[in-house]
Structure formats: C-alpha cells, structure tokens
C-alpha cells in the first residue's frame, strides 16, 4: 500500500526543480520521451515515473522501456496492442495502468476538463473491464495499475470526490481480476491566480481582489483519504501546477507603448509562446511593474506581445 506523488513535469521541467522533487522522493508523471530524458538528467529515478498522453511513438516507448519506468498510462486500446508489440521486440513487458475516463464535470474551463466522455483522454468507463480482459490476454503486457485525471485548475473538491467515488469501486474490482496494485487519482487542484502576487511582489502592491478561493490540500485530503483507505491499494498523486505555479513570474519589459483609437496598447517583449495561458484560455495573471511608476494615475490597457495574433495579449482592458 502507501502512496507515490509522481510530480506532473509538463507544470515546469527545470532541471533544478526536479532534483529538488526526486531528491525529496519524488516520482514523475511524464508525457513525453523529452521530459522521461530530462527527469534522468535531474537525476531522477525511472522506476518511479509514470507515462501520461495520448499519442506516444515508438522512439519514445522504446526508451521509456529500456529506462525501465514504473508505468504506461495507457489511453486506448490500440495503444495497448502497440506497447505490446515494442515490448515483444525488445523482449520485455510493458508495465502498464489504462487512464480511465469517468464522464465526471470537472467544472473547469473546457480547454483544460478531461474526465468528460466527449473528450479525447482515457478509456470509456463503460468498456473498461472489456480493455482490461482484452490486455490481460497480451503476452507482453502487464497490468498494474488504473489512472484517471479529470481535469486540471479544480477549485471544488466535489469532482474529485465523484470521480474517486464511481472509480475508486472499479480499482478494488480490477484488484481482484488482475492484480493491479495501484490506483493513481491524477492532479488537478487549482490555484489563486487573481491576487497570487500580493504577499510575493513588491511591498508596496495591494492586491485588486482576494475572492478567489483556493481548494486547500486539507479539504481535499480530509475528503478523499476516507474514500482512497479502504480500496486496499498504492494511491499515487500527480499534482503539477499546485506545487509549481505560484512560485514563478515572467518578467518582460515594456517596448512600446501605443494610443490606438479605441484603446491603449502596451507592447512588451514577451509574448504567447512564452505564456500561453492568456491566449489559450483566458487565464489570468497579475501584472506587476518592477519599479514602482513615477504617478498614481490608474488607466484601462491591454497589455499584448509581438506575435502575429489576435490572442496574443496577457491582459485586456486592465487597469495599471
Ligand atoms: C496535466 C496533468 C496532470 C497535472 O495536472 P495539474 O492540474 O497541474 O495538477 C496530472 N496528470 C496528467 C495525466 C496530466 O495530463
């Protein structure tokens, strides 16, 4: 039994912050063969990660096997046969965990929920003993584990709660039918974006608005540990963006500054391809100057990079 906490590397794969994560004993939860080569480099250990995506390639399964990871989360069954195909050919068995897809409403915006049936992400809840029966009979695989991950920037523990519920009593049934030995409950818990800077930017800056309210680690534990006790199996945890987000800034420097007709443009050296965040789904940052302005004068901009794109902006009409 115990538990694993396999940090989501795609959250921030600096090297320095994944040494500090597996010299703490932690694993990772990966999504490619580039972040598998980075853990390895931090001088992480391959035993504890754990393989996520949908569309992994040859090269990259290849490595992940000769590495000798903890576990294919594997999304479909097609990808299941082929894992057991590279595995013959290299003469090793695939270690591997379906993700499962619950058809639970993470409640979160729609680019980043992934626990609904209409998305692409995991085995239907509905076929998932059938996909188990199917790859319990592929010499080269070998089952382990069940996955989910409804969704990322949660702020109720309700999803987390229905998701664990309606899968937690599938995991001790796929205990019983193929041994797996571990259950993994994904990421997921949001964080405070709107304020994020009050208590870490300089002294002077007052927050605009402190009424987001973060889902804390003791709601969620005080929830879930009930449900996740009894299954009788490993919990694995694969946390990313609460352990990691608000721990970063981008700093960029103002270049231009423009008076349109209907608006006022700051035009600065980053751009979307730096944070895509805004551009991909209206996420929210705080906008911070460096040195504090000569002025008080308050004035509604945007504040937009140098891409050719109308979604290139980090904020629309705020005020600064
Ligand atoms: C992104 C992702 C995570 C981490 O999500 P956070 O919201 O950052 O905690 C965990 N598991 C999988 C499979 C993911 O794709």
């Given at each position: 039994?115990?538990h ?49 995506g ?98 990322s920037?949660?702020?109720?523990v309700?999803?987390f ?89 981008m ?32 996420g ?37």
């Amino acid at each position: 039994m115990g538990h694993l906490i396999c940090y989501a590397v795609k959250a921030n794969s600096n090297l320095a912050i994944l040494n500090l994560l597996g010299t703490g004993g932690s694993g990772f939860d990966i999504v490619s063969g580039g972040e598998l080569f980075r853990v390895l480099k931090a001088g992480g250990d391959a035993s504890k990660c754990t393989f996520a995506g949908v569309g992994k390639t040859r090269q990259e399964i290849e490595y992940a096997l000769q590495q000798g990871i903890l576990c294919f989360n594997a999304e479909s069954e097609a990808e299941v046969r082929f894992l057991d195909k590279v595995a013959g050919e290299l003469g090793v068995k695939a270690p591997v965990a379906f993700r499962v897809n619950p058809d639970v409403d993470a409640k979160t915006h729609a680019y980043i929920s992934t626990g609904k049936s209409e998305n692409k992400f995991g085995v239907a809840f509905e076929t998932i003993r059938d996909a188990y029966a199917r790859a319990a009979e592929l010499p080269n695989i070998q089952l382990r584990g069940l996955q989910m991950h409804i969704g990322s920037q949660l702020t109720s523990v309700k999803p987390f709660r229905e998701a664990v519920e309606k899968v937690g009593t599938l995991a001790t049934e796929l205990k019983e039918t193929h041994g797996i030995e571990f259950f993994s409950i994904g990421g997921g818990i949001g964080i405070v974006y709107e304020g994020s800077l009050a208590s870490g930017g300089p002294d002077w800056w007052q927050s605009q608005a402190e009424d987001e309210k973060p889902l804390t680690i003791e709601e969620y534990a005080a929830n879930l540990e009930p449900l996740l006790k009894p299954l009788g199996l490993k919990i694995l945890f694969e946390p990313g963006r609460f352990l990691v987000g608000n721990a970063g800034a981008m700093i960029t420097r103002v270049l231009y500054e423009k008076r349109g007709a209907a608006k006022v443009f700051k035009i600065v050296d980053a751009g979307m391809n730096d944070l895509i965040r805004p551009a991909l789904y209206q996420g929210h940052h705080d906008i911070v100057p460096l040195k504090e302005p000569a002025g008080d004068s308050l004035e509604k901009m945007d504040v937009v990079g140098p891409v050719c794109e109308s979604s290139d902006f980090f904020a629309k009409d705020r005020e600064l």
